[in-house]
């Protein structure tokens, strides 16, 4: 279904179990609540789940221009206000994980716990030339030039051997995101900055991380795991950034005992 919240229609699903807490599933850049997939029929059980597209992703509306992670967390907040959900578990993949981050330095009271999954919390100086070839590119000629790199960091060399469907998936949805919303949450990230700030965060944490990332490595998640109080670090062998899907059981293991536990 689609929603009007913060200015534009956001598209999502809710499942699972209507009467239990809620789990929010935020995706990663390029992708779709399509990402989710492995994690769904985990939870629904014990919880409700909401899964929605992002800003210019997916079935959501596009919008031109620089898009900032206060505006994407904002769009999550005006979802859940237009559900009328008060307090939700937020699980956020990469992208995901730094609008979660926003909320959990802006809104904490609106989250029961918090997961950060192959995220990070500041871009480093020498990396914003390579997020303006991303986006040059995506301007100038479109997303097709941009898969199969991407592919490649996303997933274990290993595991784009096996011709995965979830892979295939992947691509396909990667393709579809409209260059102005890759574009858009692209800025948003460049500017990403919460680093020194997260030690102000008590939501509960649970930060999850495949050991093969290249693009947010298990560094980046000690970082994250340092600053904020108490909380869990999970690192996922055999997985790069997009943990969730090339590590389903491991990953899904981790996030419901967390989640249980809160």
């Not at 919240?5 to 599933?25: K, M, R, T, Y």
């Not at 390029?30 to 899964?51: D, H, K, T, Y």
């Not at 949805?173 to 997260?198: D, K, M, W």
């Not at 108490?230 to 090339?246: F, K, M, Q």
Request: glycine residues 6%; charged residues 20%.
């Amino acid at each position: 279904m689609k929603l009007k919240a913060n200015d534009i229609e956001i598209n999502c699903e809710v499942s699972g179990n209507q009467d239990a807490p809620v789990v929010v599933l935020s995706h990663s850049l390029g992708s779709s609540l399509a990402m989710w997939n492995p994690q769904i029929e985990a939870l629904e059980s014990q919880f409700r789940v909401l899964c929605y597209d992002m800003r210019g992703h997916g079935g959501s509306n596009i919008s031109h221009g620089a898009y900032t992670l206060e505006q994407l967390g904002e769009d999550a907040i005006g979802l859940l206000d237009a559900l009328h959900i008060q307090v939700v578990h937020w699980v956020g993949l990469s992208i995901g994980g730094m609008i979660g981050q926003y909320l959990a330095l802006n809104h904490a009271d609106r989250l029961r716990s918090l997961v950060l999954c192959d995220t990070a919390a500041a871009i480093r100086e020498e990396a914003q030339a390579i997020w303006q070839q991303r986006i040059d590119i995506a301007r100038e000629q479109g997303m097709e030039p941009l898969v199969e790199p991407i592919l490649a960091r996303w997933f274990t060399q290993a595991f784009l051997r096996r011709n995965s469907p979830q892979v295939e998936l992947i691509r396909r949805h990667f393709l579809a995101t409209p260059a102005a919303g890759f574009i858009g949450c692209s800025e948003a990230i460049r500017n990403l900055n919460y680093l020194e700030r997260l030690s102000e965060i008590k939501t509960p944490t649970l930060i999850i991380v495949g050991e093969e990332d290249p693009g947010t490595p298990v560094a980046v998640s000690e970082a994250i795991h340092e600053r904020i109080w108490d909380s869990r670090l999970v690192v996922l062998p055999s997985a790069a950034h997009l943990s969730n899907i090339e590590q389903p059981q491991a990953f899904n293991t981790a996030l419901v005992d967390f989640l249980l536990d809160h």
